[in-house]
């Protein structure tokens, strides 16, 4: 998670590493609930740092790693499977 002022400048800047899963030769899995807890927790910790107020946020925008794909159930919101991560051959 990375926070911005208007001009463009960092004013605060967090990652957060999760667990990949090797369920087969080749296979490379995320859990979704793993990538959906850390944009939360980083997220969280660049607002608790340099912005005391959520009002003042104007704008988020969100993007993934590459081809990184996750299915989710329609009617429950929840992961179909894991995340097939980039890497996945």
């Given at each position: 998670a990375i926070l911005f002022d208007l001009q463009g400048n960092i004013h605060a800047t967090r990652q957060q590493e999760f667990p990949?899963?090797?369920?087969?030769?080749?296979?490379v899995e995320h859990n979704p609930e793993d990538l959906w807890s850390s944009v939360?927790?980083?997220?969280?910790?660049?607002?608790?740092?340099?912005?005391?107020?959520?009002?003042?946020v104007i704008a988020v925008g969100i993007t993934n790693q590459r081809e990184t794909?996750?299915?989710?159930?329609?009617?429950?919101?929840?992961?179909?499977?894991?995340?097939?991560?980039?890497?996945d051959r």
């Open positions: 990949q899963h090797f369920p087969a030769s080749g296979w939360k927790q980083t997220c969280d910790a660049v607002m608790a740092e340099e912005c005391g107020d959520r009002d003042e794909t996750v299915v989710w159930d329609r009617q429950t919101g929840e992961p179909v499977y894991n995340a097939i991560v980039w890497q």
